[in-house]
């Protein structure tokens, strides 16, 4: 077996076996949102956070490749810059610097593009490994569906809904990415799409709020929620035609697990739920953080907004949606709508995508090579911060989960002191 196999073979054991035991820990800690925040922590062990310091050339080796092209770079820039210093040193004049420059430019370029092609094909493992967990994960969404209860809402409620809470934080994460954190559009697209998904699924609590805040409610919150889900698959679609990249267009058919999932019958299976929560969310989660390094791409004011997007954007969205039908009482309306933060999976799904199809690059890989206009190994940089974000915004939701708990039940406790208080009026 040569060495590229057992490279290979060790990044797909260690991005499987890693994430799994660390979860594991945790939850036997009882820590809250246990599955994300354990692939969380994985990523980063194996990333270039901490392997990537520790032991750079393993690090190199299994999640990154091109290792001999990238020596062979390397030599061929330090060659060329002495090659200039001999030439200063000299006294040659500075047009011929500037034409040494030009020569030596279409060199550095051949040497970079030949690095990018080694590292896209030495990560195809890691990438096909994605793929299969992003659908994965997507499909396990018909495990919680929530049963057909009541159709008198009709379909303008929780289409209203479903834009409402899709719309208002993927616009805002859209511009701020395109304008204040200046992006591709391609990028910025990517960015909007995954705040703009709606929830994977609805939890336990989630349900029971909605129901208790109108009959029927959790059923209609789930397909407010398909709503969301709809129209951010339409931006991630935008986003990998923006590309211009046959191979990152190729990254919409994990994604069409989702829709997929919605036309399955109920799978009510306890045990694919503990696979769900125990293994796919901790790998995929894992799979994004081991293209980040969290030192360098920390950008503390794009994860606060991210943050305030991924929640409390969503739910004001989904809230503003319920208002604007009449009909509900507020504090009602806000239990009602508390599911449509529970988007942690679906955040991940997308963030995954952008970052191996190359929207988000990280690892110093970008688009596929021959994509679009030409090959651009460092296309969309800064997309790293993005998928940080991103992945600490989801990790947020699953954590935050005992607290919308306690949110819910202060809000029917507000609510019932109200009604006691009418009566006793």
């Known amino acids: ?25 945790l939850r036997w800690a009882r820590a809250p949102g246990w599955p994300v925040l354990g692939g969380l922590l994985a990523g ?61 430019e279409p060199q550095l370029r051949a040497a970079a593009q030949v690095l990018h092609e080694a590292r ?56 701020v990415a395109w304008r204040l954190w200046p992006h591709d559009l391609a990028t910025a697209l990517l960015a909007g799409a995954a705040m703009s998904i709606g929830p994977w699924a609805l939890g336990e609590i989630d349900r029971e709020a909605a129901d208790q805040a109108e009959f029927g409610g959790a059923h209609m919150i789930q397909r407010a929620g398909r709503v969301a889900s709809a129209a951010g698959l339409a931006a991630v679609a935008g986003a990998l ?13 994990p994604l069409a697990a989702l829709p997929i999932a919605w036309l399955l019958p109920h799978l009510k299976s306890p045990a694919l739920m503990r696979v769900i929560d125990a293994a796919l969310l901790p790998v995929a989660c894992a ?20 943050m305030v997007l991924a929640g409390d954007g969503r739910w004001i969205g989904a809230l503003l949606g319920a208002l604007i039908m009449g009909g509900r009482s507020g504090l009602r309306t806000m239990r009602l709508v508390t599911g449509a933060m529970s988007c942690g999976p679906t955040m991940l799904a997308v963030t995954a995508v952008g970052v191996y199809s190359g929207l988000l690059p990280g690892a110093g890989v970008g688009l596929a090579p021959g994509a679009g206009a030409g090959p651009s190994p460092g296309a969309g940089a800064g997309g790293e911060s993005i998928a940080l974000a991103l992945v600490l915004s989801a990790a947020l939701i699953e954590v935050t989960t005992p607290a919308r708990r306690a949110v819910v039940r202060r809000l029917v406790e507000t609510e019932r002191e109200i009604e006691e208080i009418g009566h006793d009026g």
């Open 1 to 25: 077996m040569g060495a590229g196999a057992i490279n290979h073979l060790t990044a797909l054991g260690l991005l499987i076996a890693v994430p799994i035991v660390v979860a594991a820990l």
């Open 44 to 104: 980063m062990l194996l990333g270039p956070t901490i392997l990537g310091r520790v032991a750079p050339r393993q690090y190199e080796d299994w999640f990154v490749g091109g290792r001999t092209e990238r020596v062979s770079r390397d030599d061929l820039a330090r060659t060329l810059d002495r090659e200039r210093f001999v030439a200063l040193n000299a006294g040659v004049a500075s047009d011929r610097l500037r034409a040494m420059d030009a020569a030596h």
């Open 120 to 175: 896209w094909h030495d990560q195809r493992s890691l990438r096909a490994l994605a793929a299969i967990v992003v659908a994965l994960v997507l499909l396990g969404s018909a495990t919680r569906h929530v049963r057909h209860r009541d159709r008198r809402q009709g379909l303008v409620a929780p289409v209203t809904i479903g834009l409402w809470a899709a719309l208002l934080p993927g616009m805002i994460a859209f511009a």
């Open 241 to 253: 035609l923006a590309a211009g990249s046959s191979a990152a267009a190729a990254w919409a058919a």
């Open 287 to 306: 799979l994004i953080m081991v293209r980040i390094d969290v030192i360098e791409h920390l950008n503390v004011w794009m994860i606060v907004v991210f």
